[in-house]
Nanobody
Framework: VQLQASGGGLVQAGGSLRLSCAASERIYAMGWFRQASGKEREFVAALEWSSGGTNYADSVKGRFTLSRDNAKNAVYLQMNSLKPEDTAVYYC?????????????WGQGTLVTVSS
C-alpha cells in the first residue's frame, strides 16, 4: 500500500487547513499522527473504512473532522480553529487488514505550521 499525503502549510491561529491522504488500494483503517519538534509522535485521529467509524484525540475533538472518498481511497482531515500547538509534521498511516493490529504503512509527512 502506498500513501500520498498532502495539504500542509502555514496558517494563522484560528484558521483552517485540510489534509488529504490517498491510498493505492482499499485499506481497513487510516489514521493521522503528528510529531512536533522535540516531541514524540502522537495519535490525532483515525477512521475505520467499512463502518466509517472515527475516533479523535482529546486535543483535537470538536476542531478536527475526518471524511473519506471511497472512489479515491482517500481520507481527509479537516482542521479548524487551529492553534499554535497544532504545529507539527502530520503523517497518515494505514492498517491494511483488520487482523493487523498496527499501522503497517506510512505516508510521507506534511508540515503544518500555525502562527500565533
Amino acid at each position: 500500500v502506498q500513501l500520498q499525503a498532502s495539504g500542509g502549510g502555514l496558517v494563522q491561529a484560528g484558521g483552517s487547513l485540510r489534509l488529504s491522504c490517498a491510498a493505492s488500494e482499499r485499506i481497513y483503517a487510516m489514521g493521522w499522527f503528528r510529531q512536533a519538534s522535540g516531541k514524540e509522535r502522537e495519535f490525532v485521529a483515525a477512521l475505520e473504512w467499512s463502518s466509517g467509524g472515527t475516533n479523535y484525540a482529546d486535543s483535537v475533538k470538536g476542531r478536527f473532522t475526518l471524511s473519506r472518498d471511497n472512489a479515491k481511497n482517500a481520507v481527509y482531515l479537516q482542521m479548524n480553529s487551529l492553534k499554535p500547538e497544532d504545529t507539527a509534521v502530520y503523517y497518515c498511516a494505514a492498517r491494511s487488514r483488520a487482523r493487523i493490529p498496527t499501522y503497517n504503512y506510512w505516508g510521507q509527512g506534511t508540515l503544518v505550521t500555525v502562527s500565533s
